[in-house]
């Protein structure tokens, strides 16, 4: 049984997403909220496996929550629901740890696929989120194609293929292996293999650490 936290400031749609989802065999709704503080408090409560969750509230927006859920409850699965596509948005939710997102008006049988798809480990972007983040990765990409100090580099022995220098990229912004993979539209095992050439150019095993080194290759 799949239990799902349903966070939004809009009543209606609350309600609508409970109609649709509580219908669904394996599917749970272990609460409703309306903002994101109190999802936090509720999620703590009730463990949910996924949250649904609104990206523009009062009280407390839903990427701060998101962020703060991901810190307290890691295993949680959240994805975040919106009406609209705006880049910052994206960016933020996805470096602050999100599974994906939801479309408002995608049909009823989306949703449901996508929660159960989530389930299974995919990180998951509607095509119109994710052309949109892909255009804005390959904006930032061009913005910061000098961004990795080449005179550095080369003082420090690494050399890195382009490939390699846009996982680095979104490595520094905190991506994970698996939002690489989404982002990059690339699979999560070609991810990791790439992440450990990067490991062993570096000569470390450890995330953190190659993160602590790449930043120092970074002009500021």
């Given at each position: 049984m799949i239990s799902i936290l349903i966070v939004d400031d809009q009543r209606l749609l609350r309600e609508g997403l409970q109609t649709i989802l509580q219908?669904?065999?394996g599917l749970h709704i272990a609460g409703l909220c309306e903002n994101g503080l109190e999802a936090l408090r509720m999620a703590r409560e009730c463990?949910?496996?996924v949250v649904l969750m609104d990206i523009k509230m009062p009280v407390m927006d839903g990427i701060e929550a998101m962020k703060r859920m991901k810190r307290e409850l890691p295993g949680t699965i959240v994805l975040m629901?919106?009406?609209?596509a705006e880049d910052r948005f994206i960016v933020d939710a996805?470096?602050?740890g999100a599974d994906g997102f939801l479309l408002k008006d995608m049909?009823?049988?989306q949703i449901v696929h996508t929660i159960r798809e989530a389930m299974n480990g995919g990180v998951m972007l509607p095509v119109p989120i994710a052309s949109r983040l892909a255009a804005k990765l390959s904006v930032l990409s061009d913005e910061r194609a000098d961004a990795l100090d080449d005179a550095k580099i080369r003082e420090s022995g690494y050399v890195f293929t382009e490939r390699e220098r846009k996982i680095i990229l979104l490595m520094i912004e905190g991506y994970s292996n698996r939002q690489i993979s989404s982002s990059l539209f690339m699979s999560e095992g070609t991810v990791r293999n790439y992440v450990s050439v990067i490991y062993n150019k570096l000569g470390t095993s450890d995330r953190q650490a190659a993160?602590?080194?790449l930043r120092g290759l970074l002009l500021e």
């Open positions: 219908s669904e065999d463990k949910p496996d629901l919106t009406t609209f996805m470096a602050g049909p009823a049988r993160i602590a080194i």
